[in-house]
């Protein structure tokens, strides 16, 4: 049996709230335990419920959704943040993923990607929406690429779309082995620990 996934809403449009609601209802893996309209709301319900999952809607009255996400990594560092918004300018998704959202999703995504993104979440992994990453990797010229090679660009690219390492094995054709060392190196070059702060790198400077 699968685990449940408890999650929390941040919206303060009610007639999408209620939609997500009733769509997480049909799937059995998921719980939810709190819907909140505004930033201040979604902290209080965080600390009440301790959800696994957060959709963070990013504007909304009294505390926006970017400040209500980094109260809530601040003492929630384990809690996933998927941010689930309307915008898809630059700052906006680099404030949010800066703040500690784990992905951002854009409000037209299919139910079955929003339940995909859930449950990498879940697994502390990433995804986003595919018509924002033109925005996030149009590189500037005086960011670095952090000495990265051909071969852990293209890991890099795969690892940011959720991919395991047994699936850029297959798509790259490599063992998995090879996959663990690209990764492995990847996390060295960019200063980080976890392949969640990776993406965020990756993000920020653009790199793939």
Request: with cysteine; glycine share 4%.
């Amino acid at each position: 049996m699968n685990e449940v996934i408890r999650i929390v809403i941040a919206d303060d449009h009610d007639m999408l709230r209620k939609g997500i609601s009733a769509f997480l209802d049909t799937n059995a893996d998921f719980e939810l335990v709190g819907e909140a309209t505004t930033g201040s709301e979604a902290v209080e319900l965080c600390e009440k419920f301790n959800p696994d999952v957060v959709l963070m809607d990013l504007l909304m009255p009294e505390m926006d959704g970017v400040t209500a996400i980094r109260q809530i990594k601040t003492t929630h560092p384990q809690m996933q943040i998927i941010a689930l918004s309307s915008f898809s300018e630059r700052e906006l998704i680099e404030s949010a993923l800066e703040a500690g959202a784990n992905s951002y999703l854009l409000k037209n995504v299919p139910a079955e990607k929003l339940a995909e993104s859930i449950r990498f979440a879940y697994r502390g992994m990433s995804m986003m929406s595919p018509e924002i990453t033109p925005i996030l990797f149009q590189k500037d010229a005086t960011q670095t690429d952090f000495n990265l090679t051909s071969r852990e660009l293209d890991v890099l690219a795969l690892l940011v779309d959720g991919f395991t390492n047994a699936e850029i094995a297959y798509r790259l054709k490599i063992s998995k082995f090879t996959v663990k060392n690209h990764v492995s190196h990847i996390l060295t070059k960019l200063g980080v620990s976890s392949r969640t702060e990776a993406v965020r790198v990756t993000i920020q400077n653009r790199l793939v």
